[in-house]
């Protein structure tokens, strides 16, 4: 199969054609990423499943590994979606033979395949990580169900708080009613939107940004103010009457 980077859905079920999960294999840059829907579901297709990454064997630290679904890692340099997935989120796709049929391993386990125990035809099998061994319950079939629209990784990202910067994405979570005093190169008037703009504009700033504070009309000024810092200070919790009039958050580089 050919893939057209980050453009495509994909599903895949085992040999024996008992599994009808759906799944999306998503390119990442030192694999695929392979993201878990429910066929059937009126969600099957909500971008916000991207954000579970199959996960290989965490936990485990002797027996069996199995796979869970978890949040997807992405590295705070992360430059586009398709850089989510941490280590042992990661897999490889092997033809068998001259296809259909797949082969599919962790990268984080040298040898081993995505596996149904025991080669099993029941639909509640286990679905293992086990050494390469060719038989039907390690081999796959992907076939494209459907195109993903344009930019959902970046509405994505920003949906759960991300904000793209000049040279990559930032995750800025912002505290309500909390103060980081001084530290201050820049101040300016701003909207009434909770710190949205002010947060922006930090992580377009660049380098220079460390952090914000964001107050409402009334708190300190007449208008909502803005100020990015280049030095962190200590932050100060003003009290539950402050939740919704200052707002303050910390570029995660």
């Known amino acids: 199969m050919t893939y057209k980077a980050w453009e495509n859905f994909a599903s895949f079920k085992t040999d024996e054609c008992i599994k009808n999960h759906v ?3 998503l390119p990442h840059h030192e694999g ?4 878990r829907v429910l066929t059937g579901s009126s969600a099957a297709y909500d971008p916000e499943h991207l954000r579970g990454c199959t996960t290989t064997g965490r936990g485990n630290v002797i027996g069996t590994r199995h796979f869970n679904i978890l949040a997807c890692g992405v590295p705070n340099n992360a430059d586009s979606w398709e850089m989510a997935g941490d280590p042992d989120q990661i897999f490889s796709i092997h033809m068998v033979g001259r296809g259909p049929l797949f082969e599919i391993r962790p990268n984080n386990i040298e040898g081993d395949c995505i596996s149904i ?4 035809i029941d639909k509640e099998a286990a679905i293992i990580s086990w050494a390469c061994n060719g038989e039907a319950g390690q081999r796959f079939e992907i076939k494209l169900i ?3 629209e344009p930019l959902l990784e970046a509405k994505l990202l920003e949906r759960h708080g991300w904000i793209k910067g000049p040279d990559s994405w930032q995750l800025i979570s912002p505290a309500g009613g909390v103060d980081m005093p001084g530290g201050n190169y820049n101040e300016f008037e701003t909207i009434d939107d909770n710190g949205k703009y002010c947060a922006l504009a930090c992580v377009q700033n ?3 940004c460390k952090g914000f504070t964001w107050t409402a009309a009334g708190f300190d000024r007449s208008k909502p103010m803005c100020q990015l810092k280049s030095t962190l200070t200590q932050p100060i919790n003003r009290g539950p009457s402050s939740t919704n009039d200052i707002f303050s958050g910390i570029v995660r580089r």
Do not use: L, P
């Not at 125990?117 to 099993?120: D, F, I, L």
């Open 117 to 120: 125990a025991r080669n099993s």
């Open 206 to 208: 660049g380098i220079s």
């Open 32 to 35: 695929y990423t392979i993201r």
């Open 23 to 25: 799944f999306y294999i």
């Open 146 to 148: 459907k195109e993903i």
